[in-house]
């Protein structure tokens, strides 16, 4: 069985944006190709391995989509993708486009009880993973799940070493005779990915996109930071499996016809190397990571090749970060403003530091191109006028079509003409820029990384020494905010902070999640409405007053 994946926009709408132009209305592997016919040679992918050229990564990419053809996956099947960045994550992603097929990719390093809650509520009928990859050997914690898995046909194990026995080698795929194989060609405004958010719900949300909303949408968002519209040499900082990593295979390579620079993880070192060598364009991360490099460069006095743009998403970026890497990286900051969800909006090409008043953060002028913004009541939903406050709604061309087997948050973020609810505050001034102010949602944000404190709650409310517990966020000065868990004990015994975070690893939660402070108390305070006072909670934390009501700054939304 196939999970149905609806489009909540009206159709008529979305064909209007084909009609306009402003998307390009063919499947993510047709632009691709066309993009590799264009210029047979140009350089595809620079990543550990060496460079890759267009016509090299387009016979892996038949030779992929001919072996998992020959597996039995079909158009509208949901195949699972947990690599890390480099040129086998690309061949994924195109060669299931090239099928018909729907990736599902999720970031190296994420628990199996995250995994196995993807893979089963996509009905995920195979999934691609790496043999071994930093300490985590994920195609054999896939394989030992896959029982529990009623769709999931296949695990397939990528990488150096050894399959686990059971599973099939990625390697063997990539060795089928491409010469019979004819490419699907699905309706560019069907599914072709599922962005994976952790939001603010205990379990992650899925958001499936269309091929227009991602060549088409979020390709006009990067096509905004191109002045020249030459092909871009993006150096991705975050996983390409990442929501904000969406914008590698499906709008740098296939609609922009660019260059992916790659590393199989972050380090500072890594990422100033490859800035130095490889000279890129555009790079995206988030702050905290910009804040590491700024501290390496800070001892080595090093002299970088000037990019188009810093591009910067997932959480917030003060002004001190936005002007030291403005002086840095030689470049206009970008300060991006994005979601899983299907909103953008960034504060472009014009200034290097994210400009602010006492009413919040400015995060640009709305493109419609991308998607267009409003302000509604919270309550009645109803449109506000300019300068009014309220929650910030998105709808455009990189609008997702639905939550993935979630009604409930299609009816929760979801308006019946389409619009995206976002849970964020804001306002647009005078002059159609739009300001954030606040966010309703109830999440941490860890360094670029959402963290649901419903879902490591749920967790530790498991352990035998827990009798409740409450997690909040706490400010810290590199990672923007890390998590606490305020714990009541259940006996004598008091847990330790260790001893939570191995449990909550033997179940299943990846090691970000994990609290990084522990508040043992004797009861929880509770607000006069009954729910426990997290603000108070965090008060005792920080020992700092408790934040008012409508914070003077807050963390842009999770990711590009």
Known sequence: MTVALHDLLPAGLRRSWVIDGTCPDLDIYSLFRARQIADLHRTAI????????????????RCLATGLRDLGIRPGDVVGVQLPNGRNAVVADLALAALGAVALPFPVGRGSLEAECLLRRAEAVAVIASIEHRGNRHAADLHTLAPALPALRHVIAAGPGTAPEGTIPLSGLLRCDPAEFAPERPHPDSAARILVSSGSEAEPKMVAYSHNALAGGRGNFLASLMPDQAPPRCLFLVPLASAFGSNGTAVTLARHGG?????????PEAAIDAVREHGPTHILGVPTMVRMMLDRLKTTGDELPAPTALVL???ALDETTARNAARAFGCPVVNL?????GVNCHTGLGSTTPDADGRGVVAGRPD?????????????HEPLQDGATGEIIARGPMTPMCYVASPDLDARYRTPDGWVRTGDLGFLDDNGILHIVGRLKDVVIRGGANISPAEVERELA????????VCVGVPDEVMGERLAACVVPSAARTPTLDSLCAHLTQRGLEQRKHPEHLLVVGELPLTPAGKPD??????????????????????FARTG
Request: net charge positive; with cysteine.
């Open 534 to 555: 997290r603000a108070g909670l965090r008060q005792r934390l920080t020992g700092s007053p408790p934040p008012k009501r409508e914070p003077a700054a807050v963390p």
């Open 259 to 267: 260059t992916l620079i790659l590393m199989d993880h972050f380090t």
């Open 46 to 61: 620079i990543d550990a391995k060496g460079v890759l050229c267009y016509t090299a990564l387009d016979r892996k990419v």
């Open 462 to 469: 498991a352990h035998p020494l827990v009798r409740d517990v």
């Open 368 to 380: 419609p191109r991308v998607a267009d913004i409003r302000i509604a009541d919270t309550d009645t």
């Open 337 to 341: 403003y994005g979601s899983a969800d």
């Open 313 to 315: 998403g997932g959480s």
